[in-house]
Nanobody, 123 residues
Framework: QVQLVESGGGLVQAGGSLKLSCAASGRAFSGYAMGWFRQTPGKEREFVAGINWSSRTQYADSVKGRFTVSRDNAKNTLYLQMNNLKPEDTAVYYC?????????????????WGQGTQVTVSS
């Protein structure tokens, strides 16, 4: 069992930066693959970034080059550094964990979810 708590969301102007954190409690965080997803009203939750146990990463095309996912296994924490934010990045951002070595690209592949944190980018 893993409990996830996101933080770091907020309101930022276009071109600005935010860093999201996801604190995990429970056992064997280092063995979980982790993901960041986002969701806007009326739309399905979409993949943003994934990181596996060895810190191999993958990004959605829409955020590639602007967002960086990382993990600190000693602190049981997942991060998402978001730079050059755009209004279309506005969403609720969720971190997720799955008890496999590699990340998945769809929300259904994840076992555990945080409560979400709102990111709003103004133009």
């Amino acid at each position: 069992q893993v409990q996830l708590v996101e933080s770091g969301g907020g309101l930022v102007q276009a071109g600005g930066s935010l860093k999201l954190s996801c604190a995990a409690s429970g056992r064997a965080f280092s063995g979980y693959a982790m993901g960041w997803f986002r969701q806007t009203p009326g739309k399905e939750r979409e993949f943003v970034a994934g990181i596996n146990w060895s810190s191999r990463t993958q990004y959605a095309d829409s955020v590639k080059g602007r967002f960086t996912v990382s993990r600190d296994n000693a602190k049981n924490t997942l991060y998402l550094q978001m730079n050059n934010l755009k209004p279309e990045d506005t969403a609720v951002y969720y971190c997720a964990a799955r008890n496999y070595a590699n990340y998945g690209l769809t929300s259904g592949e994840y076992n555990y979810w945080g409560q979400g944190t709102q990111v709003t980018v103004s133009s």
